[in-house]
């Protein structure tokens, strides 16, 4: 259903002389001198095991293997064992692989996703991520961004939860007169809103062939707004956003705190609004609740339309379930074992994604039939989790309503004791509740860093110990969560 960490900015100006695991021929670009694709390739890998955690990362991406550096197109071939992966991979952490790289190499232009056949020594390419060079204007009617194909109105299955959103998302797709300017959509993480800007830039761009449409992270804009200022071409990185038809930012509470990227984010609406250009942005939280966003800019946010897309019910997991079962044609999935997929993984779509697309691929590559038993031997983990899975998101706010403080002091700069108490307390139980990482945890309450959660989680481990009322609360705390 959909795709939704800052990454490493260090430190290999390039690479040398590299071999393909896949060809095992040399490959060789004169512009990239020092280090090497492997060294390279370990940071990326660093980097993406910490920001995405280790479970995602051993589900997804510690089976990948190296493949070539192409000078050609300046891309890099990554290569995974199976089509269901590598395909799962493409869709839903493509963007992230290439920030990734460009991170450590900037002169990677793109990421070659493909999937080992069965005949030895053989790949099928599956997708290329190509990332455009930063501060380079499009010609006329080029589209600057790939949408998903497989992410389009058709694929988005709508139930109670997300109705409004993919109302208020095809209203804008059809390209007729505005009536709500911007559109801001949020959610918790994982129940479609990438999608869902997919199948608007789909739908927008069919109707308006020649228009011009840009899709981007936040966490991209302010790459690219970097790169151009340290190109000293920040006209040309203006002008490319600021002429578009649509322009889509997902994970806009990224750009809390970043003072200059926000100063250029809001010339940039005030400029597209202006001109009757339509401004889509996604959150993980409403406008109110972020932290650190100018209020010139909330203002702005808040003129147009705001939806939010609920967590999906059982109803509407199963009907994804469904959706994605009738593409699958290689192996048969009885309906008790879907029905188990959505009954018992149900914090996230897309971890319920994952679960069915680890399962089809598990069946596959060991050539086993899919029933009960397997299902529970293959998802063992991933139902273990979902048992006790709670969001960051419900403990800030469970954690807020026990201390009697407003949700956005989870996320504020405020230090006063009656609010950086309660705050550790919530990133100490988002440490012991949830699977995430710490650089995501510290990013999640206002973009602090890992060592602020690990501050937090020691000094709340050595209160319990001294405190009884400390103790008392979070005890409190944690039978209500997990409950």
Not at 190 to 203: E, F, R
Request: proline share 4%; aromatic share 6%.
């Amino acid at each position: 259903m959909q795709s939704d960490g800052k990454l490493d900015s260090g430190g290999i100006a390039g690479l040398g002389v590299g071999f393909s695991p896949v060809s095992m021929r040399p490959v060789a670009d004169s512009s990239i001198v020092d280090g090497s694709i492997a060294e390279a390739w370990a940071k990326v890998r660093e980097g993406l095991r910490r920001d995405l955690g280790a479970r995602s990362f051993d589900n997804w991406l510690a089976r990948i293997r190296l493949g070539a550096y192409c000078p050609t197109d300046r891309s890099i071939t990554l290569v995974l064992p199976s089509a269901f992966m590598a395909n799962w991979v493409s869709s839903n952490l493509a963007d992230r692989l290439v920030l990734a790289w460009r991170a450590i190499m900037p002169d990677v232009l793109g990421v070659r996703i493909i999937a080992e056949c069965a005949d030895a020594g053989h790949v099928e390419p599956l997708v290329i991520t190509e990332v455009a060079e930063p501060a380079v204007k499009a010609p006329s009617g080029e589209r600057e961004f790939r949408f998903d194909p497989r992410m389009t109105f058709d694929t988005f299955v709508t139930g109670d939860a997300n109705r409004i959103a993919c109302n208020a998302g095809r209203a804008i797709a059809e390209g007729g007169p505005m009536r709500f300017n911007p559109l801001f959509v949020y959610g918790p993480t994982g129940q479609g809103k990438t999608h869902l800007l997919h199948a608007i830039g789909h739908g927008y761009m069919a109707r308006k062939p020649h228009a011009r449409a840009i899709a981007m992270s936040a966490e991209r804009f302010m790459v690219d707004f970097v790169n151009a200022m340290r190109n000293k071409d920040t006209m040309a990185f203006k002008e490319r956003l600021r002429s578009v038809d649509l322009l889509m930012i997902d994970d806009f509470q990224f750009i809390a705190g970043k003072g200059t990227t926000q100063e250029e984010f809001l010339y940039t609406i005030d400029e597209l609004m202006r001109g009757g250009r339509r401004l889509i942005i996604t959150s993980d939280r409403s406008p109110h609740e972020l932290d650190g966003i100018e209020g010139r800019i909330l203002s702005r946010l808040t003129q147009g339309l705001v939806v939010d897309i609920k967590p999906a019910d059982l109803t509407l997991r199963r009907a994804i379930v469904d959706a994605k079962v009738a593409n699958v044609t290689s192996v048969v999935i009885p309906p008790v074992v879907l029905d188990m997929l959505a009954t018992r993984i149900g914090s996230n779509v897309r971890e319920l994604e994952g679960g069915l697309n680890r399962l089809v691929a598990y069946a596959s590559l060991n050539g086993r039939a899919i029933d009960e038993a397997f299902a529970e031997e293959v998802l063992a983990d991933m139902f273990r989790a979902s048992r006790r899975r709670v969001t960051i998101d419900e403990i800030q706010r469970r954690v807020s309503d026990h201390f009697n403080i407003r949700a956005a002091e989870m996320v504020s700069a405020r230090r006063a004791r009656a609010v950086a108490r309660p705050r550790q307390i919530a990133m100490y139980l988002s440490k012991q509740l949830t699977p995430r990482s710490l650089p995501e945890i510290g990013r999640r309450f206002g973009g602090r860093d890992h060592t602020t959660v690990i501050h937090a989680v020691k000094q709340i481990e050595k209160l319990r110990a001294s405190d009884s009322e400390i103790d008392s609360d979070v005890r409190t705390l944690l039978r209500s969560l997990e409950n």
